[in-house]
């Protein structure tokens, strides 16, 4: 008896630790995409979740939109592009971006660890662990 009622339960807890390791997809915009071809796409999704909000064409941050335009940017000169990069790594290298003041109201806009080396090897830094 005790085997029998042992199966269907393992069974359940595998299917629910298999759900739990799926990873899931990562949302991306396409306008994004069709504009910057280049970019990586491991690069290009950190960029979508953490910055593109604020830096994009039609952004209502004036500021931000001013400093970093992503939907420019490919398009852009590859002198500019690595002007903007320089700027890019700088920022990410002082913690600068995403804004401390955004962050307070939404932590989870904060880079892992993870994104911000991406991030930093994309723009030519260094990896933030052996710095
Ligand atoms: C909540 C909106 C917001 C988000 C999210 C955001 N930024 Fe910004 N960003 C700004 C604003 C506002 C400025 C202008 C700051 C200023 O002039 O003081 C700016 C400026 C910049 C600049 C120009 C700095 C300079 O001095 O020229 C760079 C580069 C930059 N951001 C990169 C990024 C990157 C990379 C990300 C994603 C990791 C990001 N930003 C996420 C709002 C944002």
Not at 20 to 29: C, L, M, S
Not at 87 to 108: A, C, H, S, Y
């Amino acid at each position: 008896m005790k085997k029998l009622l042992f199966l269907p339960v393992a069974g359940m807890i595998g299917l629910l630790f298999f759900q739990a390791t799926q990873k899931p997809e990562v949302e991306t915009y396409p306008e994004l995409h069709s504009l910057a071809p280049d970019m990586p796409a491991n690069v290009k999704a950190v960029v979508d979740q953490k910055c593109y909000g604020c830096h994009n064409a039609e952004s209502k941050n004036e500021k931000g939109k001013a400093k970093l335009d992503w939907d420019a940017f490919e398009s852009s000169k590859k002198s500019k592009q690595l002007a903007a990069k320089g700027k890019i790594r700088e920022v990410l290298e002082k913690g600068e971006m995403p804004p401390k003041k955004f962050l307070e109201n939404k932590p989870e806009g904060k880079l892992s660890e993870e994104e911000l080396s991406t991030l930093l090897e994309w723009s030519g830094g260094k990896k933030k662990s052996t710095d």
